[in-house]
């Protein structure tokens, strides 16, 4: 016999249970927002020097801004570049390499990397502006240029398939918080993103791609001059509906942020309901003036095995961007 006061009850939890699905898999996914300039916390990261000691590109500075709801967040992103190794030098004008070509790189001399395991691969990148690589949810390597001059990077590890590989990009940004920069003449310039990668095995074999079959999710998105152009439904951060334009006024500003989950990196993150990453190509870029780019078109424009850019679904306002990949 059951009661009216059971079935109350009963409703009552499937009530709240329907409730906590719907705030997981649709509210949850709601940014935490921002408003104007953060706060400077490192003034520079990096800066380039050039073999004359001139200074070169911009430096990365780091911040931090509070959102509305009383979260502090890292700006532009919360990175390892002090403490972790970099990548080695594919070109890099601030080192002085600066070879023409694959062909005059050496490759015998850059030193293999540990990700636990014995086959042995290499991986050509291209990031605008830092990248992060871990290998089975091991940080590898970072970018030695975290914000500009743009250069390029040669990677050889050691790992056991399947290989699970996850990049954080940052496109960097000089007014902390807000996603913009001094540039093409305005104060508030918003930069764009973009990663290309191709990964050989010993043999030399084309074994990944960069390609629309990668994950990425952003978790900082800006400048958003009006937050409501942002549309967030479940997993998707669509702010293709946001002006893109360069902003006069820095104060008015949005940024919008959401948490990154712990175990991102790892093999057993579940990353099936995050989108598909979105190709671009590299004239959309603007890849056509970087000999870090173009000095190794044959690695990444092979024929036939052509690394595309990727990003997030929107290149120009979406800033810290993590990525996935399995190589099985
Ligand atoms: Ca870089
Ligand atoms: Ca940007
Ligand atoms: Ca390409």
């Given at each position: 016999?059951?009661?009216?006061e059971?079935?109350?009850?009963?409703?009552?939890?499937?009530?709240?249970g329907?409730?906590?699905?719907?705030?997981?898999?649709?509210?949850a996914?709601?940014?935490?927002?921002?408003?104007?300039?953060?706060e400077i916390t490192?003034?520079g990261?990096?800066?380039?020097?050039?073999?004359?000691?001139?200074?070169?590109?911009?430096?990365?500075?780091?911040?931090?801004?509070?959102?509305?709801?009383?979260?502090?967040?890292?700006?532009?992103a919360?990175?390892?570049?002090?403490?972790?190794?970099?990548a080695?030098?594919?070109?890099?004008?601030?080192?002085g390499?600066?070879?023409?070509?694959?062909?005059?790189?050496?490759?015998?001399?850059?030193?293999?990397?540990?990700?636990g395991?014995?086959e042995?691969?290499?991986?050509?990148?291209?990031?605008?502006?830092?990248?992060?690589l871990?290998?089975?949810?091991?940080?590898?390597?970072?970018d030695?240029?975290?914000?500009?001059?743009f250069?390029?990077s040669?990677?050889?590890?050691?790992?056991?398939?399947?290989v699970?590989?996850?990049?954080k990009?940052?496109?960097?940004?000089e007014?902390?918080?807000v996603?913009?920069?001094?540039?093409?003449?305005?104060?508030?310039h918003?930069?764009?993103?973009?990663?290309?990668?191709?990964?050989?095995?010993?043999?030399?074999?084309?074994?990944?791609?960069t390609?629309?079959?990668?994950?990425?999710?952003?978790?900082y998105?800006?400048?958003?001059?009006?937050?409501?152009?942002?549309?967030?439904?479940g997993?998707?951060?669509?702010?293709?509906a946001?002006?893109?334009?360069?902003?006069?006024?820095?104060t008015q500003?949005?940024?919008?942020?959401w948490?990154?989950?712990?175990?991102?990196m790892?093999?057993?993150?579940?990353?099936s309901?995050?989108?598909?990453?979105v190709?671009?190509?590299?004239?959309?870029?603007g890849?056509?003036?970087?000999?870090?780019?173009?000095?190794?078109?044959d690695?990444?424009?092979?024929?036939?095995?052509?690394?595309l850019?990727?990003?997030?679904?929107?290149?120009?306002l979406?800033?810290?961007?993590?990525?996935r990949k399995?190589?099985?």
């Amino acid at each position: 016999m059951i009661s009216s006061e059971m079935l109350i009850k009963t409703g009552a939890v499937l009530l709240i249970g329907f409730l906590s699905i719907l705030s997981f898999g649709v509210f949850a996914q709601s940014p935490s927002f921002t408003k104007g300039p953060g706060e400077i916390t490192n003034k520079g990261l990096y800066q380039c020097k050039s073999s004359f000691g001139w200074s070169r590109g911009r430096v990365s500075a780091v911040g931090k801004i509070t959102s509305e709801d009383g979260k502090e967040w890292i700006v532009p992103a919360e990175t390892h570049f002090l403490t972790a190794r970099k990548a080695p030098d594919l070109h890099n004008v601030c080192t002085g390499t600066t070879p023409g070509s694959l062909a005059e790189v050496d490759r015998s001399r850059i030193p293999v990397f540990d990700a636990g395991g014995l086959e042995e691969f290499v991986a050509y990148i291209f990031a605008d502006n830092y990248f992060e690589l871990f290998v089975n949810g091991k940080l590898i390597a970072v970018d030695p240029v975290p914000f500009s001059p743009f250069n390029s990077s040669v990677v050889r590890f050691k790992a056991k398939r399947p290989v699970t590989v996850a990049f954080k990009l940052v496109d960097s940004e000089e007014n902390l918080g807000v996603g913009t920069e001094s540039s093409w003449g305005s104060d508030h310039h918003p930069g764009d993103g973009g990663l290309v990668a191709h990964f050989k095995d010993k043999s030399g074999k084309t074994v990944l791609l960069t390609d629309d079959s990668w994950r990425a999710q952003t978790f900082y998105t800006a400048p958003l001059k009006d937050r409501s152009c942002l549309k967030v439904i479940g997993n998707r951060r669509d702010s293709s509906a946001c002006d893109t334009e360069a902003a006069d006024d820095g104060t008015q500003i949005s940024g919008a942020h959401w948490a990154i989950p712990m175990n991102w990196m790892k093999a057993e993150f579940d990353d099936s309901n995050w989108p598909n990453a979105v190709t671009f190509t590299n004239q959309t870029v603007g890849v056509g003036n970087k000999r870090s780019y173009t000095s190794f078109t044959d690695v990444f424009d092979t024929p036939g095995a052509d690394a595309l850019f990727i990003w997030s679904s929107n290149l120009i306002l979406d800033n810290l961007v993590l990525f996935r990949k399995v190589l099985e």
